[in-house]
């Protein structure tokens, strides 16, 4: 199977591309090229960093029409599911418009509970109501590694739910289209399964 991760002016890929190398019949390829990307049989788009920067890249390279042509299943990664969505906080920024619904920042205190909030919101954190088959052999309540000080609201794209102060979008889906907040690739035995049931759509 021929796996292509995006690449563009969005952070560090190694733990991810580490992730996949333990998983067998994978041929992975990093790559900013339209014949590439759109050839493979999966596509995966990762990233960290800033909305306003990585947008700039991607269409000064035209990817972000190459992005919202695709048919085979595509996963965006923490800053990639967010570029999905409409628009972000961050800077505002003019997304992909894939997903529903916009990107915020988290407050520094729960609006819901009056308590401090850390932000970014790193480490482990729970995922619930899980659905659909990028959830597949995943128990709900599972734990998965958060990094990210801006966060997806929760809308009809919703898939799986995380809580920091407030409940939001720990997974999104639409069509072939998914995307998670969390990073599978340091999510331990839980995120090698959801990397391998996206590879199984």
Known sequence: MRVAVIKYNAGNIQSLLFTLARIEGLEVLVSDRAEVIQGADKVIFPGVGEASSAME??????????????????????????????????????????????????????AAEGLALKVPHMGWNKLTNLRGDLFAK????????????????????????CSHGEAFSAALQKGNYYGVQFHPEKSAETGLQILKNFLAL
Do not use: W
Request: a negative charge; one cysteine or more; hydrophobic letters at 40%.
């Open 57 to 110: 890249s991607l269409r000064a390279a035209q990817l972000d029409r190459i992005i919202r042509d695709l048919r085979q299943p595509f996963l965006g990664i923490c800053l990639g599911m967010q570029l999905m969505s409409r628009k972000s906080e961050e800077n505002e920024t003019t997304c992909l418009d894939i997903f529903e619904g916009e990107v915020k920042k988290f407050e520094a205190v729960s």
């Open 138 to 161: 995943v128990a709900e309540g599972s734990f998965a590694y958060f990094v990210h000080s801006y966060y997806a609201a929760l809308t009809v794209d919703t898939i799986a739910t």
